[in-house]
């Protein structure tokens, strides 16, 4: 959606005397806004209202832990029209994605912090599993009830029937992803899903070493989910764009929460098979190194699988 300047004025109030586009995606369109007294904001769109009040939470409780975060100043839906906004905090910061690659920071300490932030993050909890559901008096609870309901019946089953359809999975890996699935349930047991960002990476980290707290988190993907498919996510995207090393993320992370390798292993399994019809075609920009890295995972399980039945 594009709006001008007095669609703006309208909806907030005030009339900015600048909009910059900042980014956008599938999901959302964002733009720093520049008002005549000086402030610069966060204006952030998506289509329906459920996501950004899920985001808005998310944002909000990381921040009472110590998480740094844009400050929601405001919320509300577009007239006329399927869109909802959030007016946000312009943190201030430089993108972590070009100084890590340019090693501008100390990338060991960096990466450790990282992995130690998500940790914290995912201390958050709710009940239930998948998108997030807000009721009128704000509390939320996932679309489903279990781990189990959402792995299962719902999203890797889709995941799983595509991938066979297309032609990018075996039986064999389909067995060796219902053990994954498992692994995960038996792993998370009946506790709620963690409060999951599901694209925590360098590119959505601003950094201001001025800061008392130099990281700040943005732009999250707001799930209740198993906190090791969001940190699986993570350690793909280290392995893909590799300026991060993955083993210094996991102690990072490790340091706060201990890490059960067979549960994230299996985790990483399940990720690359999503991952797999959007990146791992032939001529992809990631398809070699995904498929090496999928590869590999696939052969450690049936290692696992070997030593089991000995």
Known sequence: ???????????????????????????????????ADGQRQVLKFAEGDTWLKAEQIFL??????????????????????????????????????????????????????????????????????????VSEDGSIQGEVESLTDMLVLQEWRDTLSANVAKGYLTSEEVQLAHQAINTLVEHRGKDGGSYTHNDFRAGNILYDPRQAEPYAVIDPGPELNHPYLCLAYSLILTEIHGHIDPAHFRRGYHKISPIDEEALEAAIFLCMLKLLPRWGKPGAQYAEVLQTLFQRKKDKLNRKNTRNNL
Not at 27 to 35: G, R, T
Not at 89 to 106: D, I, K, M, R
């Open 60 to 133: 909000d409780a990381w921040a009472k832990i110590g998480i740094r975060t844009p400050r929601v100043y405001e919320h509300g839906t577009v007239p006329d029209s399927p869109f909802a906004y959030l007016l946000m905090e312009f943190v201030s910061g430089q993108n972590l994605f070009p100084l890590l690659e340019a090693e501008t920071v100390p990338c060991t300490e960096v990466e450790q912090d990282l992995g130690h932030i998500l940790a914290r993050m995912h201390t958050e909890a709710g009940h239930g599993y998948g998108q997030v559901q």
């Open 1 to 35: 959606m594009l709006l001008n300047l007095d669609q703006v004025e309208t909806l907030l109030g005030k009339r900015p005397i600048k909009m910059l586009p900042l980014m956008g995606g599938n999901s959302s369109l964002v733009y720093e806004v520049l008002f």
